[in-house]
């Protein structure tokens, strides 16, 4: 156990959850809107003049999406330049804002402001930890320690499907700015990449990095090796990445993934759990059981990061999509049965809470814990930046309509039909990775680019 503590490994899992103890933010304000919208849509807790309308709650679930494309794209811009701590640091600004402007809200825009600027936080963040994960990690360790974004996330939707059904708005985000201040506070101590240092030409402070992370020196001049040669083409500019056929190969990928999955719905109940709950009529009480979802999808968090680099990436994508159309279509047939407004009894009361078990379970087991992973995988060195920012950008697309017309599109065509498009959604994103997608799991990226098909990898290598 002595010799764990003091080792490589430890060293660098101790770097990365420190950087990760950010994404206890995202947790926190990607499921805020679920207890939160319930409390400012009722006449006795909400802070506002009135009850919230279906159309606001709409626009505060959504705003995050369209912003966090904003700060996606502030990432991009800034992370090669002023490094991806600076980055992190820049985004915790982000959050601490935004949960002071929740804090003290009175009025709707107020809310929808703090919940933009809460956007820009996590597309930032979520811009930086993959990329830093991946360049501090070794090969071995890089897919497990990719997925702690997942976990750390999670963490944060237990506490505040487990905390906010039951205190007022005021203290829960009292709670939310306390944290985000707290867990902000490691980044400051961290060192930045050894890639980004190589990269500024601080080869000696790269390479006392790797050799704090690797604990061994010649391990880490084989690494520098490997920065030197990977740098001596320069990244491509937006326009000459688009223009490159191999770029265009190896994009198409993460944004199908990415655009497929956002489609899935599942943003629409992680946003609308407790009211999705409340709508059942089940005997089940929805704040006991949003804080059992909660807890299923830290839970499955940790099965990823123990499974991923045993198994690889696309067994458990594919087996966790068909896992999550099973609970939508389980979901949609309860409302379907109960459509006519009859009482639930017997096993239909659990029916609802059993179906979002499973989806809450495969969702971060699978696609929420790996596509930041394939992300950081699918790119090489000089193309990782725009690649990984397209395919974000392409998830903002879906992710912003789905919530934003949910409550429009339930009201037409029904809640059963609604879940039952989400669960074919999930087949057909199921069956592209399973024919279209390489296995990334214990392959440097040179080997990846290889599975890919990039000839001009080969030729360097050769």
């Known amino acids: 156990m002595y010799s764990f503590f003091t080792s490589a490994l430890f060293r660098q899992y101790a770097v990365v959850v420190a950087l990760n103890l950010n994404c206890l933010s995202v947790g926190l304000g990607s499921t805020w809107a679920s207890p939160v919208l319930v409390k400012l849509a009722n006449s006795s807790e909400t802070v506002l003049r009135q009850p919230l309308t279906s159309d606001d709650a709409s626009w505060i679930g959504s705003i995050v999406f369209i912003a966090a494309a904003v700060g996606f794209l502030i990432a991009y811009a800034l992370i090669d330049y002023i490094g991806r701590k600076r980055c992190a640091i820049l985004s915790a600004i982000f959050s601490t804002s935004a949960a002071i402007l929740c804090l003290v809200a009175t009025k709707v825009?107020?809310?929808?402001?703090?919940?933009?600027?809460?956007?820009?936080?996590?597309?930032?963040?979520?811009?930086?930890?993959?990329?830093?994960?991946?360049?501090?990690?070794?090969?071995?360790?890089?897919?497990?320690?990719?997925?702690?974004?997942?976990?750390?996330?999670?963490?944060?939707?237990?506490i505040m499907l487990s905390v906010g059904p039951y205190v007022s708005y005021f203290n829960l985000n009292l709670m939310v700015t306390v944290f985000v201040i707290v867990t902000s506070i490691p980044t400051i101590f961290l060192p930045d990449s050894p890639s980004f240092l190589f990269s500024k030409g601080k080869i000696e402070e790269s390479k006392k990095v790797l050799i704090?992370?690797?604990?061994?020196?010649?391990?880490?001049?084989?690494?520098?090796?490997?920065?030197?040669?990977?740098?001596?083409?320069?990244?491509l500019n937006p326009l000459t990445a688009f223009l490159d056929k191999m770029f265009l190969k190896s994009l198409i990928k993460p944004c199908s993934i990415g655009f497929l999955m956002f489609f899935t719905g599942y943003n629409c109940v992680e946003t609308y759990l407790q009211t999705i709950l409340e709508v059942t009529r089940t005997s089940v009480r929805s704040e006991m059981a949003s804080g059992i979802i909660g807890a299923?999808?830290?839970?499955?968090?940790?099965?990823t990061m123990m499974l991923t680099d045993r198994f690889g990436r696309k067994p458990i994508l594919v087996t966790t999509l068909i896992g999550f159309t099973v609970g939508m279509v389980g979901l949609g047939t309860f409302f379907k049965l109960t459509e006519t407004g009859s009482k639930v009894s017997g096993f239909l009361n659990f029916l609802p809470l059993i179906s979002l078990i499973i989806i809450v379970y495969c969702y971060s087991a699978g696609p929420s814990s790996l596509f930041?992973?394939?992300?950081?995988?699918?790119?090489d060195d000089r193309t990782r930046g725009i690649g990984s920012t397209t395919a974000f950008l392409t998830c903002t697309i879906p992710g912003f309509l789905t919530?934003?017309?949910?409550?429009?599109?339930?009201?037409?065509?029904?809640?059963?039909?609604?879940?039952?498009?989400?669960?074919?959604?999930?087949?057909?994103?199921?069956?592209?990775?399973?024919?279209?997608?390489?296995?990334?799991?214990?392959?440097?990226?040179?080997?990846?680019?290889?599975?890919?098909?990039?000839?001009?990898i080969r030729d360097e290598e050769k």
């Open 372 to 379: 930041w992973v394939l992300i950081s995988e699918l790119f």
């Open 296 to 303: 299923i999808q830290l839970i499955a968090s940790f099965s």
């Open 403 to 456: 919530i934003r017309y949910y409550s429009s599109l339930v009201a037409s065509i029904g809640a059963a039909a609604t879940f039952w498009i989400s669960g074919t959604i999930s087949v057909v994103l199921a069956g592209f990775i399973a024919w279209g997608v390489p296995e990334t799991n214990g392959k440097n990226f040179s080997e990846i680019q290889n599975e890919l098909g990039n000839r001009d």
């Open 212 to 235: 704090f992370l690797r604990s061994s020196e010649p391990q880490a001049n084989e690494e520098l090796k490997a920065y030197s040669a990977n740098r001596r083409d320069k990244k």
């Open 109 to 158: 825009w107020m809310i929808v402001l703090g919940r933009a600027v809460n956007g820009l936080f996590q597309g930032i963040i979520l811009g930086v930890v993959p990329v830093y994960a991946s360049e501090v990690a070794s090969k071995e360790v890089r897919g497990s320690l990719g997925v702690m974004l997942q976990i750390f996330s999670s963490l944060g939707a237990v």
